[in-house]
């Protein structure tokens, strides 16, 4: 009997777990549907702002710095370390390439992986940095440091990233919603980095939800606080990086503010970086995912922006080499620890053969490598002419998700301004603080 109630509960329980998953998939459909049918509408409303850029796009000056050819690398943690800057910069070199997000309590701690991720190559042109925290105080010591010490030639902040550990705490895109401090921290790098000759950029994201949109505000704010251009990526926190990103609102901002405005967001080829500028206005474009495992991709921008139809399409025995000196150059960055470097390369090896004519066997052996050698071996058996299928050229990569929720601090949307007690438990609680 006590079997029998014991089976008669569990199977209870398992309808119950089964039908909150039913119902939070409902949900969560809903919600792209609700986001999908903004985003239309969006689209249809603002249909008039189609601004035509001229065929070849003018150098954009960042203070004394000038990027010839206005893309960025647009910084991602754990792939825009030196070694991915040197071979995207390798195919276009007037570009800007920014490194991966370091934090400010980390560097003030002098952490080792901040530290890490503060070096740059020599061939880099410009030492491009991005700078998160959510503490003035600690933001403007960190600045200090890297002006101090001649870190950096560029300063970007950190106001886009959607991710839930860092929105929870008031970060990335939660944080232009605070504008008091927003501007403060805005104000304090640049109070810290002006004189120094060093300009300070945002990236920013349209706002928590298309309830609370931040970016034109935020815009304004910046460019009054002397931030010397301006990143959008257009979606929101919510949205994450589902659906297709609203240039729309590039063009918004664009017509706004009088600072440059950096366009990022679903740019896969030369020409969906053509037609954003067309369709926007914007001075340049930012690129994330849209390059992992395709350094290339900034050649054929460079040539697209020069009014160049030459594209760069390597086959996979070239992809093979470009991995290779890769990891070659992953085994400096890790001061000559071999294994940790093939274990980073791993990632972007599923990434560079995206679409390519690999087998499941290839590919599970390629993951398991622990020497440059094992994975030398296993590609000399690949077919090295292969190429990808003209239909995957452009493609989208990378994963395509909404956000399930947005995770802010309790209280965070009641007012536009923070409290004394709100700026006590953020910087108490900064994450990522001096542990990475």
């Known amino acids: 009997m006590d079997e029998l109630k014991s089976g008669q509960l569990a199977d209870a329980d398992g309808a119950a777990d089964a039908k909150k998953r039913r119902l939070r998939r409902l949900r969560n459909e809903q919600t792209i549907i609700r986001e999908q049918t903004c985003i239309e509408n969006r689209a249809e409303n603002r249909a008039e702002i189609v601004p035509q850029a001229p065929a070849c796009l003018k150098p954009v000056h960042l203070g004394k710095l000038v990027v010839k050819t206005p893309v960025v690398l647009s910084p991602m943690a754990g792939v825009t370390n030196w070694p991915f800057r040197v071979l995207c910069e390798g195919y276009g070199p007037d570009g800007l390439y920014v490194a991966e997000m370091v934090t400010a309590r980390a560097l003030i701690a002098h952490n080792p992986k901040a530290l890490r991720l503060t070096r740059f190559a020599p061939s880099e042109k410009i030492r491009s940095l991005q700078l998160y925290g959510v503490n003035p105080d600690a933001i403007g010591i960190a600045a200090r440091m890297l002006v101090d010490n001649d870190w950096a030639d560029h300063v970007d902040l950190n106001f886009g990233c959607p991710v839930p550990k860092i929105t929870r705490h008031g970060g990335g895109s939660a944080l232009p919603w605070k504008v008091d401090l927003f501007a403060e921290v805005v104000r304090r790098v640049v109070g810290v980095c002006e004189p120094a000759g060093i300009p300070v950029t945002a990236k920013i994201r349209v706002g928590i939800d298309h309830g609370h949109e931040t970016f034109l505000e935020a815009g304004h704010i910046a460019q009054e606080e002397g931030a010397a251009a301006m990143t959008l990526h257009a979606r929101t926190t919510a949205e994450y990086y589902g659906g297709h990103s609203d240039w729309s609102r590039i063009a918004e901002l664009k017509q706004t503010v009088s600072i440059p405005v950096f366009g990022n967001g679903d740019i896969w080829s030369a020409e969906d970086a053509l037609d954003m500028v067309r369709q926007t206005g914007c001075d340049g474009v930012s690129i994330g995912r849209g390059c992992q495992g395709r350094p290339?991709?900034?050649?054929?921008?460079?040539?697209?922006?020069?009014?160049?139809?030459?594209?760069?399409?390597?086959?996979?025995?070239?992809?093979c080499d470009i991995i290779l000196r890769h990891v070659g150059m992953l085994v400096d960055f890790y001061d000559g620890d071999e294994r940790m470097a093939v274990h980073d390369i791993r990632k972007h090896i599923a990434w560079y053969i995206k679409g390519f004519p690999v087998?499941?066997?290839?590919?599970?052996r390629l993951m398991s490598c622990e020497t440059i050698d094992g994975l030398r071996a296993v590609m000399d058996g690949l077919d090295r002419s292969a190429t990808l299928p003209d239909e995957l050229l452009g493609a989208p990569r990378g994963r395509v998700k909404y956000q399930k929720k947005v995770h802010v601090p309790y209280g965070w949307l009641d007012s536009r301004t923070t409290t004394a007690q709100e700026r006590e438990i953020l910087f108490g609680e900064d994450p990522l603080d001096a542990s990475y």
């Open 296 to 319: 290339w991709l900034f050649a054929d921008i460079k040539n697209a922006f020069a009014g160049s139809d030459e594209r760069v399409n390597p086959d996979l025995g070239q992809v």
């Open 359 to 364: 087998g499941g066997e290839a590919r599970r």
